[in-house]
Structure formats: C-alpha cells, structure tokens
Nanobody, 122 residues
Framework: VQLVESGGGSVQAGGSLRLSCVAS????????MGWFRQAPGKEREGVAA???????VYEDSVKGRFAISRDNVKNALYLQMDGLKPEDTGVYYC??????????????????WGRGTQVTVS
C-alpha cells in the first residue's frame, strides 16, 4: 500500500487548506482511511477518519471546522480545513487500513502511512 499526501502549505489563522491523499496497492475490502497530524515534540494524533460507506469520525478540536471525504473510485481521501488555528500546525499524515468499523485508534496502531505534508498556521 502506498499513500501520497499533497496540499499542505502556510496560511494565516482563519484561512483554509484542502489536503489530498491518493492510495495505491489497495486490495479489495473495506478500507478505513484517515488523517493524523503531528506537531513538533508531540505525539501523532488522530484528526478524522471515514469508512468506505461514509460515517466520518472527528477529533473534538476539529469538529465544525474540518471535513473529511473520500472518492472510492479514485482511492482518494480529502481533508477540507477551514477556520485554521495556529494549534493546527503540524505534519499531516494519511493512513489506510482494512478495518470496519472505521475508528482512529486502531487505524493509528495498525495503518499504512504516507510521508506527510506540512501545514503551518500563523
């Protein structure tokens, strides 16, 4: 499984970014896909995840600001981030795992990972 993220950048507080992740090498099955982030000196934390049939889950601090979506035909995952805050700064990683239900904790422990894309909010 290979995951490639894109769309990171530097924005001012209150701005928006849209992250994308394209997956390849997925076998048939219900793949849970999600976004995680890691700030300098901190542990990697879950942001949002969504299963092949929908039903997204979000970390509390991003609810109402971020929206996760996926295109199952393209094996793509997206994260629309609005109302960005400085505390959203970090490297954002895409993860995927054949998993149902789609939950952040097991995805973090067992998922396949991309290399990440940097998001900086000032």
């Amino acid at each position: 499984v290979q995951l490639v993220e894109s769309g990171g950048g530097s924005v001012q507080a209150g701005g928006s970014l849209r992250l994308s992740c394209v997956a390849s090498g997925l076998s048939d099955g219900d793949y849970c896909m999600g976004w995680f982030r890691q700030a300098p000196g901190k542990e990697r934390e879950g942001v949002a995840a969504v299963g092949v049939r929908g039903s997204p889950v979000y970390e509390d601090s991003v609810k109402g600001r971020f929206a996760i979506s996926r295109d199952n035909v393209k094996n793509a995952l997206y994260l629309q981030m609005d109302g960005l805050k400085p505390e959203d700064t970090g490297v954002y990683y895409c993860a995927a795992l054949q998993l149902s239900p789609c939950l952040l904790a097991p995805l973090k422990l067992l998922g396949h990972w991309g290399r990440g894309t940097q998001v900086t909010v000032s």
